[in-house]
């Protein structure tokens, strides 16, 4: 309580988010003891600071190396990650894709806001083409890219994606992304009503809560869809699960033969 109140926005949605991910770790009844959160840097990773566990505030973008840090060196810890669009998709880019590639076993939690809120409204690589910021003050000229196909195609071996209106699929799909023996992505939509919304004149907090509410179509309806009829639609869902080799269980074989001698 000494905390409050928080430091969002009135409206903000990263509330949500995080309440869903306690929610979801409470789904799964981890540990509280065997349980770290890590964040990078950003509204959304102020979330850490409001949450009771072992948690890491970490530099910018950098949120992935650290847990998968604190993974190889426990691999029996729970690791969580919270990240922004900005702080995942732009300066931490390279680490997500290489995270998803090595099939980390970390649940990664992206809060898409669509903008870069606490350092100015900036556009980051999730602002959608033509919408505003303040270093796109006439609409963004930059394609957004689509982290969860971003993610799938780096390897990683559960991808979902939910929003702030969703409360209990974002619950549920965090608790199956937290399940899942290797690197579990999901992208949480969560509203910006101050820096992305006013700019963009999308409306108030519960404006922005409803727009979402249309744009999100479940996956097996999506994919029914035609192109047209996709149109400003977002899939949601699970949509992605694969099997690979878990990062850390592969390398302490590494470790085991390195200490047996062989080559």
């Not at 799964?28 to 990773?45: A, R, Y």
């Not at 690589?125 to 993610?151: H, I, M, N, Q, W």
């Not at 699960?241 to 390398?251: I, L, M």
């Amino acid at each position: 309580m000494n905390r409050l109140p928080h430091i969002w926005c009135p409206g903000c949605g990263n509330g949500i988010v995080m309440k869903a991910i306690a929610q979801a770790i409470d789904k799964q009844g981890l540990d509280q003891n065997k349980t770290v959160i890590v964040s990078g840097i950003g509204c959304s990773s102020r979330a850490s600071g409001y949450m009771d566990f072992d948690t890491l505030h970490t530099a910018h973008g950098r949120a992935i190396p650290f847990a998968t840090g604190i993974k190889l060196a426990n691999p029996e810890l729970n690791v969580i990650v919270i990240t922004g669009d900005g702080d995942c998709t732009a300066i931490g880019g390279n680490h997500f894709i290489h995270g998803a590639r090595r099939n980390v076993d970390l649940t990664v939690v992206l809060f898409n806001n669509n903008i870069y809120g606490m350092t100015g409204g900036q556009a980051s690589p999730l602002t959608p083409l033509g919408k505003k910021a303040t270093t796109a003050p006439y609409g963004s000229v930059d394609r957004a890219f689509d982290a969860c196909e971003l993610a799938k195609a780096a390897g990683a071996t559960y991808v979902a994606r939910s929003t702030a209106y969703h409360v209990n699929q974002m619950v549920d799909l965090i608790a199956e992304g937290i399940a899942n023996k290797g690197f579990s992505f999901v992208e949480t939509m969560t509203p910006c009503p101050i820096s992305y919304g006013r700019r963009n004149k999308l409306g108030d907090a519960a404006a922005m809560l409803k727009g979402m509410s249309q744009q999100a179509v479940p996956l097996i309806a999506y994919e029914k869809m035609s192109e047209e009829q996709r149109e400003g639609k977002i899939p949601t869902g699970v949509l992605h699960k694969s099997q690979f080799p878990e990062y850390c269980s592969e390398y302490a074989q590494v470790i085991c033969m390195a200490g047996e001698g062989e080559v």
